[in-house]
């Protein structure tokens, strides 16, 4: 079970607390696209990635859904949007400190799709 740190004592979580844990996590990240675009704006740090870059890495992805994944992440201090003063305005997006905290969890899930896909691959 995962810690609870409350009133400066730590405690084990209760079962129901983990399960609104996970529940407060994946109405942030849930959705077919949001820790795919994480994934993919961690992975260039030192690039400036703005919206078609965006949209034609992430393979599948409409601009209507980018647009809406994109403002929630957003709303969730996950990623930020820079606006530039050029000709066309040009919009720039980045992972914040905060939403590199999610690393951990995208390089889980990709360990596990290699090997889920593995599996599946051998059952056939």
């Not at 407060?24 to 990635?49: A, C, E, F, H």
């Not at 994109?70 to 990623?79: A, D, G, R, S, V």
Request: proline letters at 2%.
């Amino acid at each position: 079970m995962a810690k609870i740190i409350e009133n400066g004592l730590e405690r084990e979580a209760t079962c129901t607390e983990e399960l609104f844990a996970m529940r407060d996590s994946l109405d942030v990240l849930g959705g077919k696209w949001k820790l795919m675009i994480l994934r993919y704006l961690t992975n260039r740090p030192d690039q400036q990635i703005h919206f078609k870059k965006l949209q034609r890495g992430i393979e599948g992805i409409s601009a209507k859904m980018l647009s809406k994944e994109l403002k929630e992440l957003e709303i969730n201090l996950l990623i930020t949007r820079t606006i530039q003063d050029t000709k066309p305005i040009t919009v720039i997006y980045a992972v914040t400190e905060y939403g590199k905290s999610v690393f951990p969890v995208t390089e889980t899930l990709v360990k596990w799709g290699l090997l889920h896909r593995e599996k599946i691959k051998e059952s056939m």
